[in-house]
């Protein structure tokens, strides 16, 4: 699987998200501009010792990201998504893209991309959940449809 975080600004959350795509073989993608250095002490801490594990890209922008992979599936995870996220068909080569925490995904992104977007239920006097959290409930639930494969 493939984590595309989009313009990230919280050191911690991206850490913690490095260690789920470590622990679940995922590469993580990073669309710029972070809110952080990739060098930054708490990034760092977060993700632990599993930096090496990875496969980390970087990208100027989404447009550079996207024109990269013109034929991969691209998923997208968002507050306004119509259907829940155990609804998406995944595989192992989709782009499963989130949002940045404070403004989620812009709309020059989603439009016209309204059946690829994806929700996770929550009760309606919240905002949203956490980025880390998003990304590994979605990562396990395209990682079960797989039967887990190549996991123990």
Not at 79 to 86: C, L, M, S
Not at 123 to 137: F, G, H, K, P
Request: hydrophobic share 40%.
């Amino acid at each position: 699987m493939r984590i595309v975080l989009f313009e990230p600004e919280i050191p911690a959350n991206t850490g913690n998200i490095v260690r789920t795509c470590a622990v679940t073989g995922a590469e993580l993608h990073l669309i710029e501009p972070l809110g952080f250095s990739i060098d930054d002490k708490h990034l760092k801490r977060a993700g632990l010792d599993y930096w090496d594990q990875l496969d980390i890209f970087v990208y100027p922008d989404f447009f550079t990201f996207q024109s990269r992979y013109p034929k991969a599936g691209f998923l997208f995870f968002s507050t306004k998504g119509k259907e829940i996220y155990t609804k998406a068909n995944y595989t192992k080569n989709d782009f499963l893209v989130f949002g940045k925490e404070t403004a989620g995904l812009p709309d020059y992104i989603t439009q016209g991309r309204e059946d690829s977007i994806f929700r996770i239920p929550m009760v309606s006097d919240c905002r949203s959940m956490n980025l880390s959290n998003s990304v590994a409930v979605v990562l396990y639930e395209a990682l079960r449809q797989g039967d887990f494969s190549g996991m123990s």
